[in-house]
């Protein structure tokens, strides 16, 4: 029994000290672990923030009517460039009823009136020839028959105003004709022939007849996170890129950030405008979609490495790097940094272009050896 025991008991040393030979074989055999390193480089670091929005014109006018009718004509479309008192269209008046009924009744009221001076400047005419009255007297009825002419002609102008939206000898000045009250391009003209047309009044504003716009005084309108608004302020560059033009820059100045915020989708955004720095050659259609950077700071050829490299002391918490020394042998340098772009970070000091820094990632060495 007691060689029994002893038999098994060399068995499982012979095994246990065969296992641990065969993992130290292993490890052996195992490939050392290689690691990469990178070299500081000259960068141009650009710390920005982007805010999504539309191109629009820096002042839209919208053309209204000062009466209320049925489109008859229009004379211009969008894209034709105007200028200040062009026609845009034609007007025809649909007369109120109850409007129209109460200038008629104002000339025969009129007529009464001034039928009622004729006969009595004619009374006085014939009692001065007699010598009855005195010329002042004979004057004042000629003032009296001439106030009731003029008011006369004032109420047939007024029904054919009412009737015809014009009247005889005003021309240019007509209520049915519409036109532009500013020079630039028509960006729309949202009514036809055949259209409703309201008047713009104290209590209305009226159907658009058209929007005019300077389409070469353009402006980038669009929103910012309340998380990024600390961030700027006035007077900071931006770079608008628009979706529809491909690899164009155009370059503008933030001018306009909303002292309040707007709740949109939960989250609070504040409106900002930035005027645009047009170029001539490129025409940008009002209403495109675009995005801006709004440059918060930058570094021109700067000394950086990736911000991946850089490591942060657990007690400190002041940013090092390690630097190859030797063969797959390093050591820790303290480095301080200047601004980053979420990829490169600017390297102020701690470091030159002639160091190797450290790449965090394992790489056995084939792998190595192909890169």
Known sequence: ?????TIVILLFIVAAFGGSMYYLYQKNAEDPVVYETEQPTKQTIIKKTVATGSILPLEEVLIKPNISGVIEEVYVEGGDQIKSGDLIAKIKVVPNLNALNDARNGIDESKIALDDQQRNLNRQKGLFDKGVISRVDLERAQVAFDQAKQSYGAANKRYDIVKTGTAKGYGNAANTLIRSTVSGMVLEVPVEVGNQVIESNNFNEGTTIAAIADVNKMI???KVDESEVGKISEELPLEITVGALEDIVFD????????????????????????????????????LSANASIILDRADSVLAVKEALIQFDDKTKKPFVEVETGDQQFERKDIELGISDGIYVEIKSGIDEKNKVKVWNEVKPDEFAQN
């Open 220 to 222: 980038f309108e669009g």
């Open 252 to 287: 503008a100045v933030l001018d306009y950030i909303a002292p309040k915020g707007n709740e949109e989708n939960g989250a609070i955004q504040f409106e900002i405008k930035g005027t645009l720095k047009k170029k001539d050659s490129v025409f940008i259609r009002a209403g």
């Open 1 to 5: 029994m007691k060689k029994t025991i």
